[in-house]
């Protein structure tokens, strides 16, 4: 398929997609793009992203690796953090409890 026929095949309403993403899509392969919609259909778009990726830009797709490598890092950093903070939270709401109830009449 060209470009053209691309544009063709989604109309009007493709037209934008077309010109961002026709001509990148038009190299990935069959394989992937029955991946892709895969990916699409449940939820897992940045797998579908990636993928994409693979194809349009392999540079980013190493940068996006690299960064999902650091977020993961600082999630297991900030574990801890976030495990004190809702079992803080936990408390309080339990000591709040008695508080709220006899205010409403419970």
């Not at 993403?21 to 991946?35: F, Q, R």
């Not at 994409?52 to 392999?58: F, G, S, V, W």
């Not at 650091?70 to 936990?90: G, T």
């Amino acid at each position: 398929m060209t470009l053209d026929e691309l544009k063709t095949a989604v109309g009007a309403a493709g037209a934008k997609a077309v010109a961002m993403y026709g001509a990148d899509v038009l190299k990935m392969t069959v394989e992937d793009c029955k991946t892709w919609i895969q990916y699409v259909f449940v939820g897992d778009t940045i797998s579908a992203y990636r993928l994409y990726l693979k194809t349009a830009n392999p540079d980013a797709l190493a940068v996006l690796n690299g960064l999902e490598d650091k977020w993961q890092a600082a999630n297991e950093k900030n574990a801890d953090k976030v495990a004190l903070q809702e079992r803080i939270a936990d408390a309080m709401a339990k000591a709040m409890l008695a508080l709220v109830l006899a205010m409403v009449g419970l």
